[in-house]
């Protein structure tokens, strides 16, 4: 919305309407910092929850291992 706000600006400036293309640039600055801000806020979210998931007291017990392979069936011979 911001890079629309900013080619609106432009297009204001081209057609003498420096009021319009100030105002626009002032929204367009704003929105971008206000992006800036919520792309940060939510990587450290993600990063919150990468630690709650990953810390010792919150791991899941390990799985228990398969058990081994049985014995390998004997081979069928075909009747001559």
């Given amino acids: 919305m911001h890079e629309f706000l900013g080619a ?5 400036e081209r057609h003498q309407e420096p009021d319009f293309a100030q ?5 367009a600055q704003r929105l971008a910092e206000l992006g800036d801000q919520l ?9 919150a929850a990468y630690q709650r998931t990953t810390t010792a ?3 899941p017990a390990p799985l228990p291992a398969p058990p081994p392979p049985g014995p390998a069936p004997e081979p069928r ?4």
Avoid: F, I, V
């Fill in 8 to 12: 609106a600006a432009e297009w204001c």
């Fill in 23 to 27: 105002r626009y640039r002032g929204t």
């Fill in 39 to 47: 792309a940060y806020l939510g990587e450290d979210r993600l990063a």
């Fill in 57 to 59: 007291g919150s791991r």
């Fill in 77 to 80: 011979r075909r009747p001559r």
